[in-house]
């Protein structure tokens, strides 16, 4: 019987000042959001530090007082691992492992490490592989100590300590190669975009905070099997699956790797060749979990980054997710949302009717009879509308389009049937 691996016990500390921006302070409830990244990561949060400063220590971050109580702590204890919410600077991780004997992160570098345990394909270990060489490179000299204590564990996951003590001439040409097969990666994927733009299927993402049921919601709609677990950042891959909206509607619905407050920028820019789906879909599905009672700020971070990934004029619907864990009387009401339980699957048929609201406008699904004389409109109907089936008679050619108002104002005289046709 295989033994079971020791959880690694860690400290979170963070610092709380007016000299720092939103984005880079912390305070008690990101310091909860830290302990549920370290569960995620297979650790265990054994005590949480918050000082207030007019400005931060240049040198530690944090003051020295609470780096005693810090180490004080470790000992009794037995924590071996200390996390910042706040981003810290290469000497700083120097200077704070001096002082305190332990290993130390930040949350960039957690998260790092959890999408390097979470990434399954060849593209998304590529993605996470790039975000923590950049990541990396300028802390060598200042983590230098702190990875000569590594065994295994948080923080240990990715390129490796042989790799990351190997010199930058190396690990830049490294960055370089990563970057040149993530291009191959966007170029397939931009053939994809034409392939399925040839197709006229209109592309819905699904996008929200991690951990809001996105996989839940893509199962549920679309009859998958994705893995959907209770944890963060569970989709790091895109996955594509058709939809059946409505009579005249099929799109191809995309999940996509979860949102975080203070997600790191490296990140988003290692993952562009998945987050600019985001740039080229139809329409947005913000998937926001109303059983987290800080679902108002969640939903706030996201929007600023569909802000920064997606066009100003793509349509978004709100779909507030989880609403068997809340009152019927708290639920949001309102013309632009939708109310769902992608578990319980209640609510899918208002999400559906939303969606077409939003992209079937004014199609239709017909049947065309045209004489050979009227062949020439087949190209007409190969671009302007979605040929379903075509069969060749004796005497004409019988086609089954989908069409828009424009097309079927001059195919109305050659139509002779609408509906699905049986096969």
């Not at 109305?412 to 509906?419: K, N």
């Amino acid at each position: 019987m295989e033994a079971k691996k020791d959880i690694q016990k860690a400290i979170l500390a963070g610092v709380q000042s007016r000299a720092l921006s939103p984005e880079e302070n912390a305070d008690w409830d990101t310091l909860d959001e830290l302990e549920e990244l370290l569960k995620t990561a297979g650790g265990e949060c054994v005590g949480k530090v918050l000082q207030e400063r007019s400005t931060p220590d240049p040198r530690t971050m944090i003051g020295t007082g609470k780096l005693e109580e810090i180490r004080a702590l470790a000992e009794t204890t037995g924590a071996e691992l200390l996390i910042f919410d706040n981003e810290l600077s290469p000497s700083q991780f120097a200077s704070i492992s001096d002082d305190t004997g332990l290993q130390v992160m930040d949350r960039s570098g957690l998260i790092l490490d959890i999408f390097a345990s979470r990434a399954r394909t060849r593209e998304g270990k590529l993605q996470v592989e790039l975000a923590q060489y950049q990541y990396l490179l300028p802390r060598l000299s200042g983590m230098g100590t702190a990875l000569s204590r590594l065994g295994g564990g948080i923080g240990t996951r990715g390129p490796g300590e042989s790799k990351l003590e190997s010199d930058r001439r190396h690990i830049r040409s490294r960055i370089t190669k990563v970057k040149q097969e993530l291009d191959d990666v966007r170029r397939v994927r931009a053939v994809g975009r034409k392939r399925r733009k040839s197709l006229e299927i209109p592309i819905v993402a699904i996008v929200g905070y991690t951990n809001a049921g996105k996989s839940t919601l893509l199962n549920a709609l679309t009859d998958s099997d994705i893995p959907a677990n209770n944890r963060l950042f569970d989709t790091l891959d895109n996955t594509l699956r058709r939809l059946q909206v409505s009579d005249t509607l099929e799109v191809l619905i995309s999940d996509t790797v979860g949102f975080i407050n203070k997600l790191p920028h490296l990140l988003v820019n290692a993952f562009r060749a998945t987050l600019e789906e985001l740039a080229y879909a139809d329409l947005l599905l913000h998937v926001i979990d109303l059983s987290n009672p800080a679902w108002t700020q969640q939903a706030a971070v996201v929007e600023e980054l569909i802000r920064q990934l997606a066009p100003e004029q793509t349509p978004v619907i709100q779909v507030y997710n989880k609403a068997d864990r809340i009152d019927a009387q708290l639920l949001p009401h309102d013309r632009d949302s939708v109310v769902i339980s992608a578990r319980e699957k209640r609510g899918l048929d208002n999400l559906k009717v939303a969606i077409a609201r939003q992209l079937d406008t004014g199609r239709r699904r017909v049947q065309l009879r045209l004489p050979y004389s009227e062949a020439g409109r087949m190209d007409i109907l190969y671009r302007d509308a979605r040929v379903e089936k075509v069969e060749y008679t004796d005497d004409a050619i019988l086609v089954q389009v989908i069409c828009d108002a424009r097309t079927y104002g001059w195919a109305r005289e050659f139509v002779i049937g609408a509906g699905f046709v049986t096969e």
